[in-house]
């Protein structure tokens, strides 16, 4: 009672006093929820944005075809939109399975930019529970990783069966785990990816090639189209 009345304060107090915008589809559905985002950010070339999802695998969907359309917009290769979609996905249903209970609302924070000086294209995730499902401490997390137990199906994701922290540990430039706001866990991604000055395509990263035999053996078909 204490985490759930209070977490939610924290969660009206955040949003009062964040400079990023917010948008709260906890009770929207999947093409209105998307529709309210493009309206949110019609210059998809930066966004920065505070996302408050409810605790249902519906809403794990919603998000995830928000960062595509975020990849898409801003040309850069589907390689990477939709594996970094499917981390996204599966950091939010862990988030929605392990860190929270039905009726909870949850976080993602979104940091997304093209930089056409730079020609590259970066962005981060935070992926905020409450804490009330399993108890979860950053440090029981960083101890996993530094024993190798995410390459080997460790306890977070287990029972996923996509051996995703193998795959992650590949894809991005850093995974961090700290508490959250929201007195739960705090899991954070983020990525660089460099653009061709001329072509607006990405250089092909070898961390691609590297991953793509795990998602293959580890993706259901179906999957990779829904």
Same mark, same amino acid.
Request: hydrophobic share 35%; charged share 20%.
């Given at each position: 009672f204490f985490v759930k009345k209070y977490g939610m304060l924290y969660q009206v107090i955040f949003r009062c006093i964040s400079v990023m915008l917010t948008l709260d589809i906890s009770n929207l559905e999947h093409d209105e929820a998307v529709k309210r985002f493009e309206e949110l950010f019609p210059d998809i070339s930066t966004v920065e944005c505070s996302i408050y999802?409810?605790?249902?695998?519906?809403?794990s969907k919603v998000i995830r075809d928000m960062v595509r359309l975020i990849f898409e917009k801003n040309e850069v290769h589907p390689d990477f939109g939709w594996k970094f979609a499917l981390v996204t996905d599966e950091l939010l249903n862990n988030a929605i399975e392990?860190?929270?209970?039905?009726?909870?609302?949850?976080?993602?924070v979104i940091h997304a930019k093209r930089d056409e000086e730079k020609q590259e294209f970066t962005i981060a995730l935070d992926v905020h529970d409450t804490g009330r499902g399993e108890k979860t401490t950053p440090e029981a997390m960083r101890k996993l990783r530094i024993n190798h137990y995410f390459s080997m199906g460790g306890v977070y994701m287990k029972h996923r069966?996509?051996?995703?922290? /193998?795959? +992650?540990?590949?894809?991005?430039?850093?995974?961090?785990?700290?508490? &959250?706001?929201?007195?739960? /866990?705090? +899991?954070?991604?983020?990525?660089?990816?460099?653009?061709?000055?001329? &072509?607006?395509?990405?250089i092909v990263d070898p961390s691609l090639e590297e991953i793509d035999k795990v998602f293959e053996e580890n993706t259901p078909p179906n999957s990779k189209n829904s």
């Open positions: 999802f409810a605790a249902k695998y519906s809403q392990h860190g929270s209970q039905p009726g909870d609302t949850n976080m993602c069966g996509r051996g995703l922290f /193998l795959m +992650v540990e590949k894809l991005v430039d850093a995974l961090t785990f700290d508490t &959250s706001p929201l007195w739960g /866990l705090n +899991v954070h991604v983020d990525k660089r990816i460099h653009l061709y000055p001329e &072509s607006s395509t990405i």
